[in-house]
């Protein structure tokens, strides 16, 4: 019986930590966007009013962070005819110099580069700009339990 409490402890133990790290994760960035966090350091697509695309280097609290020399490259739109957006730096920031396609509930896929020539990690979602019925943030940036049920369908 001893060591059944001793083993429920340990587990708890072992337990709660990830549960912290969960919560981590489940963080909007620092303008309401969406954290990719597939990369060091990790950064915020953030969709403009304008339908202009941001993103935002962030250090580890999700803080707006300097650029480390990311290469990124967006496109979006159906697969049969995407759009490419261009980016530039913009106080400490890159924009897309031309807006995302019309509609909403696309596919859109973020390809980034450590360096100019370094291995591309991509990263892969539906942009659906209509605001989360649970949480304060729109579809592609929600961080409520109900987003992560339709990640898991997809
Ligand atoms: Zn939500």
């Given at each position: 019986?001893?060591?059944?409490i001793?083993?429920?402890?340990?587990?708890l133990a072992?337990?709660?930590?990830?549960?912290?790290?969960?919560?981590h994760e489940?963080?909007?960035?620092p303008n309401?966007g969406?954290?990719i966090?597939a990369?060091?350091?990790?950064?915020?697509?953030f969709?403009?009013?304008?339908?202009?695309?941001?993103i935002t280097?962030?250090?580890e609290?999700?803080?707006?962070?300097k650029f480390?020399?990311?290469?990124?490259?967006?496109?979006?739109g159906?697969?049969?005819k995407?759009t490419k957006?261009?980016?530039?730096?913009?106080?400490?920031?890159?924009?897309?110099?031309?807006?995302?396609p019309e509609?909403?509930?696309?596919p859109?896929?973020v390809?980034i580069k450590?360096?100019?020539?370094?291995k591309?990690v991509y990263?892969?979602?539906n942009l659906n700009?209509?605001?989360?019925?649970?949480?304060?943030f729109?579809?592609y940036?929600?961080?409520c339990e109900?987003?992560?049920?339709?990640d898991?369908?997809?």
């Amino acid at each position: 019986m001893k060591s059944l409490i001793f083993n429920l402890v340990t587990a708890l133990a072992f337990a709660l930590p990830g549960f912290a790290a969960d919560k981590h994760e489940a963080k909007a960035g620092p303008n309401g966007g969406r954290v990719i966090s597939a990369v060091e350091p990790h950064l915020e697509f953030f969709v403009t009013k304008e339908r202009k695309v941001e993103i935002t280097a962030l250090d580890e609290a999700l803080k707006p962070a300097k650029f480390t020399g990311q290469v990124i490259a967006v496109t979006a739109g159906e697969r049969s005819k995407p759009t490419k957006l261009e980016f530039k730096e913009e106080g400490g920031k890159l924009v897309s110099s031309n807006t995302l396609p019309e509609g909403n509930d696309y596919p859109v896929s973020v390809s980034i580069k450590p360096a100019a020539s370094g291995k591309a990690v991509y990263e892969k979602f539906n942009l659906n700009l209509e605001k989360c019925p649970t949480c304060k943030f729109q579809e592609y940036a929600c961080i409520c339990e109900h987003a992560k049920e339709d990640d898991k369908k997809k």
